[in-house]
């Protein structure tokens, strides 16, 4: 493996020689050095701090304020992997936004890649930041920050509408100049025809196999739920004695494309 540091020509390099991308969330630089030994390529801030690390139900109470400080730790693990940070709930919402919000986390947090949820919606914010030279990552399927919009953290795209909708919104985010798309919680089937049909890799989490990649909470994977944990996630310490062996086991799953297995996928 090499040691450079990974951006997102590396990314869409692996995706050409269909090599799988790993991904996890991390919110500290203890758990940064943890990730980095373990070889994963992409580390993300996610707005899920807010509900494993900060106790809340839904990622909607996290400022910008607090993602640029979880990232400025992060950033202080981190040497090779790419660090992706989330806008937090209504920042991708306007361009100008988007902008502060970029700037803090890039300065400020270290972040190299912005994550946003939404479709249509936020297509003139994507074009904004990419041509100011911010690199942009989608979130498309379930969007936790629309919990209350959507009534719960349901499974999307079952029905051919949405699932039209999700195909069709995936392709304009990759045209106005996203560089990766993150595809929650969507049936598998269409989690691999919308990789396949892309240029950008799309990293799955509850999308199958048949993605370019792969990311988790890192909570979920070390069995650290607060209540039930998603099916679609695995216990990689279960029978492990640490946590460098389960991240090590998390990287190797998913590199040979044993994570997600059936019991794991939606179909
Ligand atoms: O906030 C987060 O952790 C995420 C992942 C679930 C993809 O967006």
Same mark, same amino acid.
């Given at each position: 493996m090499s040691a450079a540091p990974i951006s997102v020509a590396t990314l869409a390099a692996m995706k050409a020689r269909g090599e799988r991308i790993t991904c996890l !969330? @991390?919110?500290?630089a203890?758990? =940064?050095r943890l990730l980095e030994a373990a070889g994963v390529d992409m580390m993300l801030v996610g707005d899920s701090l807010g509900m494993v690390v900060q106790g809340h139900d839904t990622t909607v109470p996290v400022t910008l304020e607090q993602m640029a400080y979880h990232c400025a730790c992060v950033a202080r693990g981190r040497s090779r992997a790419l660090l992706i940070a989330d806008f &937090?709930? $209504?920042v991708g919402a306007t361009p100008e936004r988007a902008l502060v919000g970029a700037a803090r986390l890039m300065q400020e947090g270290g972040a190299q890649v912005v994550k946003l949820e939404g479709g249509a919606g936020v297509l003139e914010t994507v074009r904004c930041l990419t041509t100011q030279g911010v690199p942009v990552c989608g979130h498309l399927g379930l969007m &936790?920050?629309?919990v209350n919009l959507i009534g719960g953290y349901r499974f999307q795209g079952r029905d051919t509408d949405s699932a039209? !909708?999700?195909a069709r919104d995936a392709l304009a985010l990759q045209e106005a100049g996203a560089s990766l798309l993150v595809l929650e919680c969507v049936p598998a089937a269409l989690a691999q025809q919308i990789s #396949?049909? $892309? #240029?950008i890799p799309v990293i799955g989490i509850g999308a199958g =196999? %048949? @993605?370019? %990649?792969?990311?988790l909470v890192v909570y979920d994977m070390l069995g650290l739920n607060r209540g039930r944990p998603p099916r679609f996630s695995r216990d990689f310490l279960a029978g492990r004695d640490s946590v460098p062996a389960a991240l090590a086991a998390y990287v190797a799953a998913v590199r040979d494309g044993s994570f997600p297995g059936p019991a794991e996928t939606a179909y």
């Open positions: !969330t @991390c919110y500290d203890s758990f =940064a &937090p709930f $209504l &936790p920050q629309s039209e !909708t999700i #396949r049909s $892309l #240029r =196999a %048949g @993605c370019d %990649g792969q990311v």
